[in-house]
């Protein structure tokens, strides 16, 4: 697995985790103690995406309400929240990851970690923002 497929899903593991303790992401991660072997490499943009998602949730949370046709924040899965939070942040902040590459690795996250449904929701409501991106005010 590349490294920044690692970093994605660590990221992911600690925001998820920090939502289901009512935590700060940064505070979880801290809790982990030190990285196992995998994790070393991933940390550093693990890290980079974690401190995005948490500085913009509130805007990222805005475009998903807006944007996931009749689904609600709350009534998404708690893995697939998270999952396109970070996917979000990737596509709408990171230059440096091509916006395909930010939809597909969110995608194949949701098919190992999430339900049946999962990889065609995220796929839709990320490729929807990716067509929306040119127009939003970020």
């Keep these: ?9 660590l990221a992911l593991d600690i925001l998820y985790a920090a939502e289901m303790r009512g935590e700060r992401p940064m505070d979880v991660l801290a809790q982990r103690g030190r990285p196992n072997t995998d994790e070393i490499a991933a940390r550093d943009h693990a890290i980079r995406l974690i401190e995005g998602v948490q500085e ?7 475009l998903l309400a807006t944007y996931a046709t009749g689904w609600s924040l709350d009534r998404m899965p708690a893995v697939d929240r998270n999952l396109l939070r ?24 949701a098919t190992e970690l999430s ?16 067509r929306l991106k040119p127009s939003l005010a970020l």
């Design 86 to 109: 970070l996917g979000a942040y990737e596509l709408l902040w990171v230059d440096d990851v091509p916006d395909g590459v930010a939809v597909a690795e969110a995608v194949a996250l």
């Design 115 to 130: 339900t049946e449904e999962s990889p065609r929701f995220v796929n839709g409501l990320l490729s929807r923002l990716q």
């Design 56 to 62: 913009h949730q509130e805007r990222i949370d805005e």
């Design 1 to 9: 697995m590349a490294a920044r497929t690692k970093a994605r899903k």
